[in-house]
């Protein structure tokens, strides 16, 4: 199956614009260090980048000494913190409630490191800066994972609704009222119809 | 290299959702170095016997499920984009232009020409993607009711177009 290609001018133009925005502009509150010990392999336990590793810090940079261009970050000159072996380097910034980060290893040259130093040992009395960047970072979204997703989906409209019950068929009585006439069914007939009745007295 | 957990999100809604000119082309779908060529010396140009049909502002929309961001074609229906048909054929592939591509002046596709030109060679550092295509069943990027391109006012609405980042 075919897979999907991007231009290189993609992929920079899309890892400049994240680059800048974990750094944020110049007034921002981004910082960039070298770091020794233990590469993190985790972000999640990152809850307050101020104070994360304040003591394996060797060099920092502010916002406004970090220069991003077409993917490369180079940064103005800064005299370290600490003296020590960087194995690591950790960006934040804090823009309201969310945290951009991102840590990334660094080795000695040929290293395969996502930052290489021609020395990882870090001197307090020499300046460092990265000045001449080689190397850009890749995103490639060609190892996306599908999400399968129904392609049809019932709705209804509107989603809530007040039901009126009505009976279906009623029984009428026209007229609505009546005098009613009680009529005997049958009649008693005396025949013959005329008579002289004798009434007769006991003494 | 750990990037902050949204870091996806964001690269779809600053860069990738602005992938709004697609051109559907047949053949076989080239590299990124091949296709370069091929459009500098007039193989994959309007007047090249490979581009199908070209489509322009293409409505797309940022949606995340779970971890997974993801752009898509915004309307649920195909609409036409424009009538910018340009022969008939098996489409096999696309590329996705960024917008900023027809814009200011060392712009790369030029609409104000009948009916699509590229204003100027392109290069690898033209914001691009060439995606594969399909019919609506198959696995696509991009994808039609058919993927036989015929001429027509409005002949081939594009039906589904997802690109999935995690």
New interface residues.
């Given amino acids: 199956?075919?897979?999907?290609?991007?231009?290189?001018?993609?992929v920079?133009?899309?890892l400049t614009?994240?680059l800048k925005?974990?750094v944020g502009t110049r007034i921002s509150r981004g910082h960039l260090y070298w770091m020794k010990g233990a590469v993190?392999?985790?972000?999640e336990n990152i809850t307050n980048p101020l104070r994360y590793r304040v003591a394996d810090r060797l060099v920092h940079w502010n916002r406004n000494q970090i220069i991003i261009t077409q993917g490369l970050i180079s940064t103005t000159a800064s005299t370290p913190i600490n003296s020590g072996v960087a194995t690591w380097f950790y960006f934040y910034r804090i823009d309201g409630n969310?945290?951009?980060?991102?840590?990334?290893?660094i080795t000695s040259t040929g290293g395969g490191g996502?930052l290489e130093l021609a020395n990882t040992t870090i001197f307090k009395d020499k300046t460092y800066g990265i000045q001449e960047p080689r190397q850009s970072?890749s995103?490639n979204?060609t190892s996306?994972?599908?999400?399968v997703?129904p392609?049809q989906s019932i709705s209804i409209t509107p989603s809530s609704a007040t039901w009126v019950v009505e009976p279906v068929q009623s029984i009428s009585i026209n007229p609505t009222s009546a005098t009613w006439v009680v009529e005997p069914v049958q009649n008693v007939e005396i025949v013959p119809p005329a008579a002289t009745w004798e009434i007769e007295y006991e003494l | 290299?750990?990037?902050?957990?949204?870091?996806a999100d964001?690269?779809v809604q600053?860069?990738?959702i602005l992938l709004t000119t697609m051109i559907v082309y047949r053949g076989k779908?080239p590299?990124?170095a091949e296709y370069i060529t091929k459009v500098n010396n007039g193989t994959y140009t309007w007047t090249g016997n490979y581009l199908l049909q070209v489509y322009k502002d293409v409505d797309l929309s940022k949606s995340k499920?779970?971890s997974?961001t993801?752009i898509e074609k915004n309307s649920p229906d195909g609409t036409s984009y424009g009538n910018y048909f340009c022969q008939a054929g098996l489409a096999?592939?696309a590329v996705l232009f960024?917008k900023t591509t027809s814009q200011g002046t060392n712009k790369l596709l030029n609409f104000n020409t009948s009916p699509m030109t590229f204003a100027r060679n392109i290069?690898?550092?033209?914001?691009?993607?060439?995606?594969?295509v399909s019919d609506?069943k198959g696995?696509g990027?991009l994808r039609f009711d058919s993927i036989d391109f015929k001429s027509g006012n409005n002949p081939n609405p594009i039906k589904?177009f997802a690109?999935?980042?995690?």
């Fill in positions: 199956m075919s897979i999907i290609e991007q231009s290189p001018g993609l920079i133009s899309a614009k994240t925005k974990i993190p392999s985790s972000l969310k945290i951009y980060q991102l840590v990334g290893t996502d970072i995103i979204p996306a994972t599908w999400v997703e392609i | 290299m750990i990037f902050y957990s949204n870091v964001d690269l600053d860069s990738f779908q590299t990124v499920v779970e997974v993801k096999e592939w960024d290069s690898e550092n033209d914001l691009f993607m060439i995606v594969p609506i696995l990027v589904r690109v999935n980042f995690s």
